[in-house]
């Protein structure tokens, strides 16, 4: 693998194919073995995790249900701040084992906004699974529970990870040069 160019930026390779999908392999195991008998559901946030919940659900040996939602953020009233709404939540998750599937956990923003939402709504348990991590740029503290690989504060692009759009159909994972 060699630098990469996505718009005017440079990307250097930084997880490979192989290492990817060996960490997922091992978390499916994981969660499997976890949620043995509880037929829990996936709760996948686009646009960033589809590779990665595909992945992760393809070596799933439980049973496991699987959605898709996007979150899309408008500016509430000033004490509200920001607003954060699912578009395609539509799976009632009331009593339900949920598994949230994110691409990456940055300041911590999104989810700490969202995961409120979700237990307002009484789900039997909520668990988090990130495939990337940044700790140093934490805002938020966010309680992720199964995580792929812990990173720099780096731009990344790849594997469904995006800049401007582009980079997301790369099978690795790519790292600001
Ligand atoms: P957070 O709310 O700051 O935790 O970040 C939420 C979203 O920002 C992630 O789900 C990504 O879509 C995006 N994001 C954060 N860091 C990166 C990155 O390095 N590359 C691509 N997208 C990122
Ligand atoms: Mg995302």
Known sequence: MSQIQVHDKYFKPYIDENTLQERITAIAAQ??????GKK????????????F??????????????????????????STGNVITAIGMDTDI????????????DTG????????????????SLSIVSLLH???????PIDIKYLGFSIPNKFV?????????????????????
């Not at 009331?94 to 956990?105: A, G, K, P, Q, T």
């Not at 923003?109 to 039997?124: C, D, I």
């Not at 692009?157 to 040069?177: F, H, K, S, T």
Request: net charge negative.
């Open 157 to 177: 692009v790849g594997y469904g990870l995006d800049y401007d759009g582009l980079g997301r159909n790369l099978p690795a994972i790519y790292q600001l040069a």
């Open 31 to 36: 969660l499997s073995e976890d949620y043995k």
């Open 134 to 140: 940044k700790p140093d740029a934490t805002v938020f």
């Open 94 to 105: 009331f009593s339900r084992d949920v598994i949230i599937i994110e691409d990456i956990v």
């Open 109 to 124: 923003k999104t989810l700490s906004e969202f995961l409120p939402q979700l237990e307002h709504q009484q789900p039997a």
């Open 40 to 51: 829990p559901l996936f709760v996948a946030i686009l646009n960033g995790s589809f590779m």
């Open 53 to 78: 919940a595909a992945d992760l659900f393809k070596r799933m040996t439980i049973d496991v249900e699987l959605c898709f939602i996007k979150l899309a953020s408008y500016k509430g009233t000033k």
